[in-house]
């Protein structure tokens, strides 16, 4: 089992940036894939950025050039860095978890509102 505490969100200004964390205990080195989504309100939870547990990545075209994931397996820790934020980038952004032979594991989500 896997447990997972997302932090880092917030309110900021269009243009803006912040990081977002979340840190994964229980059984952190079966996790063979994390990732971000986001749920705004009224739509449906979408994707946003994956990382391997090699450091591959990949993210959402909406968020290309903009979001960097990235990863510390010492700290069992994946960071979302969000820069040149937009009002459509508000909503709780959910941390995620894949293993090798469980999953997926959610996070209890962190609210990012962008706005003047």
């Known amino acids: 089992q896997v447990q997972l505490v997302e932090s880092g969100g917030g309110l900021v200004q269009p243009g803006g940036s912040l990081r977002l964390s979340c840190a994964a205990s229980g059984s952190p080195f079966s996790i063979r894939l994390m990732g971000w989504y986001r749920q705004a309100p009224g739509k449906q939870r979408e994707y946003v950025a994956q990382?391997?547990?090699?450091?591959?990545?990949n993210s959402a075209d909406s968020v290309k050039g903009r979001f960097t994931i990235s990863r510390d397996n010492a700290k069992n820790t994946v960071y979302l860095q969000m820069n040149s934020l937009k009002p459509e980038d508000t909503a709780v952004y959910y941390c995620n978890a894949l293993g090798y032979s469980g999953g997926p594991y959610w996070g209890q989500g962190t609210q990012v509102t962008v706005s003047s």
């Open positions: 990382i391997t547990q090699s450091g591959s990545t």
